[in-house]
């Protein structure tokens, strides 16, 4: 017999998100001190992620490394995380114990929208990246075949919004690598 799901209140969402976790496998963040939960990616989805990889990993620097599924911690409130889709981070993250990382350690983060993501939620989480003061968030969407790159966050928002389409190459600051093309990055179907 389980246990009956803990309800959500300030101070357990995590035990809760935790828990929503692993009985439905769905991904869950919390956003704004709101749960979020997002369905397994799709197949266009992750070959979206599979192809950034594949053209960032060979050409950052040796102390960053590529990771999927690892979560960022709001400063100053672990009860409050997002999970990129891809986070170039430390190398050290590979002998980490903890599962939050300190936004201050992430060199960049990716998000890739969702078919059925709301454009509130989009907006809330781009505004959560900038509070976290993570300095290069990069906004890829399927659904429309536009990209958004945004860096250098203050007070709550990104002063660098550089918008474009899949097709248009995205420069990115350094330590990350200069360029990624974006020709080849998959639309969703109708």
């Not at 992430?106 to 509070?131: F, H, M, P, Q």
């Not at 990104?158 to 389409?165: A, K, N, Q």
Request: include cysteine; charge should be negative; proline fraction near 11%.
């Amino acid at each position: 017999m389980s246990s009956p799901m803990p309800q959500p209140h300030p101070g357990n969402l995590r035990e809760v998100a935790q828990q929503i976790e692993a009985t439905t496998g769905l991904r869950v963040e919390i956003i704004g001190g709101s749960l979020v939960m997002s369905p397994t990616p799709r197949g266009k989805h992750a070959g979206t992620i599979r192809r950034l990889r594949v053209q960032l990993d060979p050409h950052l620097p040796e102390n960053l490394a590529l990771y999927e599924v690892s979560s960022v911690s709001m400063p100053g409130d672990a009860d409050d995380y997002a999970t990129p889709d891809l986070a170039v981070l430390p190398v050290e993250w590979d002998l980490d114990d903890d599962w939050l990382l300190d936004a201050a350690d992430v060199a960049l983060a990716v998000e890739v929208i969702s078919r059925s993501e709301k454009a509130k939620a989009i907006t809330d989480k781009n505004g959560w990246y900038a509070c976290a003061g993570v300095p290069v968030l990069l906004v890829l969407d399927p659904r429309t075949g536009r990209w958004t790159l945004h860096t250098h966050p203050e007070n709550g928002e990104y002063r660098g919004v550089l918008h474009g389409v899949y097709g248009d190459p995205i420069e990115l600051p350094a330590p990350l690598p200069p360029r990624v093309a974006t020709d080849l990055l998959p639309l969703y179907g109708a």
